[in-house]
């Protein structure tokens, strides 16, 4: 059965509500969800809200340094006013964490925490790190989010999933099928709730006990660099050139753009060869991390 090996987001995503030939019902008890759920329509947000979210998107993309305070500034000399408070809220609704020196916060928080495993180390084969992220993808009416694993040395992606909540879940999910294809040394992330959730990290235990987690260091924006640059080709080469209207079309059409980017794409920094090629043992220069 086909249907067994989607998982829930993948499956609530195929729901065609403007299907007039397959009942909502019907299309719930082939999908094997529960069809109470499905009725429930989210109110959509309103133009205003949507642009606001468009340009904070945009604007991290471009300068992920940036936070709430600078980003308002930009707003504002936009002609697009919102309030510092307003502001931060739509960027932590938008999985969107300023990546510069903050506060240490971390008082009664029980949530784990690993080092950064990364500094200084020569990362010259495939599977050695894999980096994971998590990214806001606009849709038109509303957005979804984006993970993947991507292997460091070659910047093959790995997995990817999309969910329409931040939840641990898609994120397991993605590492679930990250683990078919291989296992890593190091896997590397942010100490978003994501990936301190015991979910997460007992997953990658019972894997491989070997297997080391590294978090990036608190405002360290060269941590994460080669997941982050991924995700500003993938925002503009795909996302921005695009208004998705659905779920449905967003997962397809970025599946197209991975499969391209992973076996067509030539990169610069692997001597223009495709990541697919690096990851499969043709080489490339070690890649240090400072």
């Known amino acids: 059965n086909a249907v067994s090996t989607l ?13 007039r030939d397959l009942p909502l019902s019907w299309q719930a008890w082939l999908l094997g969800l529960n069809r109470t759920g499905l009725y429930y329509v989210p109110r959509p947000l309103s133009e205003e809200e949507l642009l606001l979210r468009r ?17 308002g500034a930009i707003l504002a000399r936009e002609g697009l006013r919102a309030s510092r408070k307003r502001v931060q809220r739509l960027m932590r609704d938008m ?8 506060p240490k916060l971390s008082a009664g928080d029980e949530s784990p925490k690993f080092p950064y495993l990364l500094r200084g180390v020569e ?8 980096g994971s992220d998590i990214t806001y993808v606009r849709l038109k009416g509303g957005f979804m989010y984006l993970t993947v694993f991507l292997d460091w040395y070659s910047r093959y992606v790995i997995s990817w999933s999309f969910s329409d909540t931040l939840s641990a879940g898609f994120v397991v999910e993605a590492l679930e099928d990250a683990f078919q294809m291989a296992r890593p040394m190091i896997i590397n992330s942010d100490q978003g709730s994501q990936y301190t ?13 070997n297997i080391k987690i590294s978090m990036d260091g608190r405002g360290r924006c060269m941590d994460n660099i080669f997941t982050e640059r991924f995700w500003r080709s993938y925002k503009q080469e795909e996302v921005y050139l695009k208004d998705y209207e659905s ?8 599946a197209e753009y991975i499969d ?9 920094a692997l001597g223009y060869l495709t990541p697919w090629e690096v990851y499969t043992g043709r080489g490339c220069k070690g890649v240090n991390i400072k």
Do not use: V
Not at 7 to 19: A, G, K, T, V
Not at 95 to 102: D, E
Not at 197 to 209: P, Q
Not at 260 to 268: A, F, G, I, M, V
């Open 7 to 19: 998982s829930l987001h993948e499956r609530r995503s195929l729901i065609d509500r403007e299907d």
């Open 55 to 71: 340009r904070i998107d945009e604007i991290h993309t471009d300068q992920p340094c940036y936070g709430s305070r600078r980003i």
């Open 95 to 102: 999985g969107i964490i300023a990546i510069y020196p903050g």
């Open 123 to 130: 990362i010259n084969h495939p599977n050695h790190t894999w």
């Open 197 to 209: 959730s015991s979910r997460y990290i007992d997953r990658i235990r019972s894997e491989d006990c």
């Open 247 to 254: 779920p449905r079309e967003a997962r397809r059409s970025t």
């Open 260 to 268: 391209h980017y992973n076996h067509s794409r030539p990169h610069q």
